[in-house]
């Protein structure tokens, strides 16, 4: 968007400013001007004086002598100008490649004629108008980092906020900025919770003040000029609400992202809605993302490690690792059978050939495979895991090393992955990523993902799982009988090769594998997969993690073999229960990324081997 494209966009949005400040003037404080008309296109109820004003809004662009595209509440999406209006779908319209030049729009608005309608209504001085004016790209969709122009103006006081992508912020022509607090018991936090959400209340209850006016625009607005410090949607605000605010506090010098912490950066759609978390600086940002992700990032003094041993490329790693941790001044304690495999490699007499043949392998690793520093004693620093104690546990490996780690740990100690087997859904990173993730960890830069874990009961014997149950014959080729029951309820009875019960971090292994479904670990729930069932209608089940699973055998003189994480095998006999809860321990993962999970899940099914991660 060149100057002169900038006048046109900023004297079109002042003049529907204008008018429809005038437009709505004679209908504000009375209760009739609120009586719901229709279902506006973003599925809300429409008022009567929101159709005023975004008739005003219309008739301007329609009218205008350029064309645009508008994305507003009530009517959706349309492309406007030099007298025409027509109903379209941005994202299509923006893929075409048919458009000639002289038909294609200019600009892009996005427009809340009303935003705080109530307020308006009972005459609450907190309504206005939003406008953000995007440049249109060309072929492909518009997202919120095209937006380069932002309006905001409250009716109900006459403040008028404008900004303009790398130039700044001004309120009523003079350029403002956010507070510097950084304390949550100074904070004044503005916005709107959902029911239920425990860390969201940890804000308000330590927060100085706490302000719902009822106007997202408004409220992002007040972070910027330093009226508020924070502002917190997690009912999720919509997109034409957003977009001129988010551009207002940024060029201000405040922080909006989601809840994870990652930019905005969603398309622009009647129908695009995110979570908004915003703040006035970096650290009350951090403060505000840690709390709400129940990730009160301790200083980590104190790390573990756990490696595979039957490969020398994870144990030289891993002496990697323990001198860069050392380095950074950090305590370590190894597992014996590491420290008892480093001891021996760092005193093989072909040491210097074994470092080359992996280098030559592992050429991804080969730059860190230099220097190593094996002047440490081992043995000093060995512990059992079952007796670590630390802040966190480095597992060098694939799925199987961790799930073996993992089981044999205290259940807080959070794990930090790193992928040295075949698949690795559940570790963190690749190996040769290792060093920079780890910077960020040690420098706090790291949120915990929680993942839910089965309790297995079986003849008053209890044992754990963190991926899956599998029950299978001890006989080859024979099938069993089971009887499934979901809260005492009889939900199934099949006969199958075997049964799986698996938890969502398991639903990638050998569930996925059994023709289960993928599922997201944040879903609180558990599935059930007959493997090869006779029956064609058997299929899997995805039931709540608050229910009790219990599966029965029913063949008389069969035997089952029940076999947890791959790791651990118990035997049960016919009419013998097997009972599944979730755990009231959880697993914690140590994560740099809030991208981890889907990307993981395109990123490995792409490379095949899938049924490989259970190394």
């Not at 909006?256 to 995110?274: A, F, M, Q, R, V």
């Not at 703040?279 to 490696?307: C, E, P, R, W, Y």
């Not at 220097?371 to 081992?378: E, L, P, R, S, W």
């Not at 790791?567 to 009972?579: G, L, M, P």
Request: proline share 4%.
């Amino acid at each position: 968007m060149d100057a002169q494209d900038k006048k046109i966009a900023t004297d079109l949005s002042y003049e529907i400013i204008k008018e429809v400040s005038r437009a709505i003037r004679p209908y504000v404080g009375k209760p009739e001007s609120g009586e719901k008309v229709k279902i506006g296109a973003d599925g809300t109820p429409t008022s009567f004086i929101d159709i005023v004003a975004e008739e005003k809004v219309i008739n301007i662009l329609k009218n205008a002598p350029v064309l645009s595209y508008i994305v507003s509440e009530e009517i959706g999406e349309l492309k406007l100008g030099k007298g025409t209006k027509r109903s379209i779908s941005l994202t299509q319209e923006l893929r075409r490649d048919d458009i000639e030049d002289e038909e294609r729009p200019k600009f892009i608005f996005l427009v809340d004629p009303i935003d705080g309608t109530s307020n308006a209504i009972k005459e609450i001085p907190a309504y206005g108008i939003s406008i953000a004016v995007a440049s249109v790209p060309e072929g492909r969709i518009a997202t919120l980092n095209d937006v380069e122009l932002g309006f905001i103006s409250n009716f109900g006081n006459g403040n008028f906020f404008e900004a303009e992508k790398g130039k700044g912020c001004w309120l009523n022509n003079e350029e403002v900025h956010p507070s510097n607090i950084v304390n949550f018991s100074d904070i004044t936090l503005g916005g709107f919770t959902k029911s239920g959400t425990s860390t969201a209340s940890q804000l308000v209850d330590n927060a100085r003040r706490m302000r719902v006016l009822g106007s997202v625009v408004l409220e992002i607005s007040y972070v910027a000029s330093g009226r508020y410090d924070a502002f917190i949607d997690l009912r999720g605000s919509r997109i034409i609400d957003i977009a001129a605010s988010k551009l207002i506090l940024e060029e201000a010098g405040g922080i909006i992202t989601d809840k994870y912490g990652e930019k905005l950066n969603n398309k622009l759609s009647i129908h695009e809605k995110t979570i908004v978390i915003a703040a006035n600086n970096k650290i009350l940002h951090k403060q505000m993302i840690d709390t709400l992700n129940d990730n009160q990032t301790d200083f980590i003094g104190k790390i573990g490690i756990v490696s595979r041993i039957d490969q020398d490329r994870p144990i030289l790693f891993a002496a990697k690792i323990i001198d860069y941790l050392l380095t950074n001044g950090r305590e370590v304690v190894i597992e014996k059978r590491l420290a008892k495999e480093l001891q021996k490699i760092k005193e093989h007499p072909k040491l210097d050939k074994i470092i080359a043949k992996t280098k030559k392998n592992y050429p991804d690793l080969a730059p860190f495979l230099d220097d190593i520093n094996f002047k440490i004693d081992y043995p000093q620093i060995e512990c059992n895991i079952f007796d670590f104690d630390c802040d966190m546990a480095i597992v060098l490996g694939g799925d199987g090393t961790l799930l073996r780690a993992q089981s044999k740990m205290k259940p807080e100690t959070p794990i930090f992955g790193v992928n040295m087997g075949t698949v690795g859904f559940l570790t963190e990173i690749e190996a040769a990523d290792t060093f920079h993730a780890l910077e960020e960890v040690l420098k706090g830069n790291y949120y915990k993902e929680k993942r839910s874990k089965l309790v297995v009961s079986h003849e008053n014997h209890h044992y754990s799982a963190m991926n899956e149950v599998v029950i299978m014959t001890d006989k080859p080729a024979k099938m069993l009988h089971f009887e499934i029951q979901v809260d005492g309820e009889i939900i199934e009875e099949v006969r199958a090769d075997g049964l799986i019960v698996s938890t969502p971090s398991g639903s990638t292994a050998y569930a996925m594998s059994a023709g289960g479904p993928i599922v997201d670990p944040k879903v609180g729930g558990f599935i059930i997969i007959p493997i090869c069932p006779y029956k064609l209608g058997a299929r899997p089940f995805i039931v709540s993690d608050n229910s009790e699973i219990t599966v029965k055998l029913l063949k008389k003189g069969k035997t089952a073999v029940f076999v947890m994480d791959g790791q651990r095998n118990e035997e049960a006999e016919y009419e013998e229960e097997i009972k599944f809860k979730r755990s009231e321990k959880d697993v914690y993962l140590i994560r740099t990324s809030t991208k981890y999970f889907y990307k993981k899940v395109k990123d490995k099914l792409s490379e095949g081997g899938i049924n490989k991660n259970r190394c």
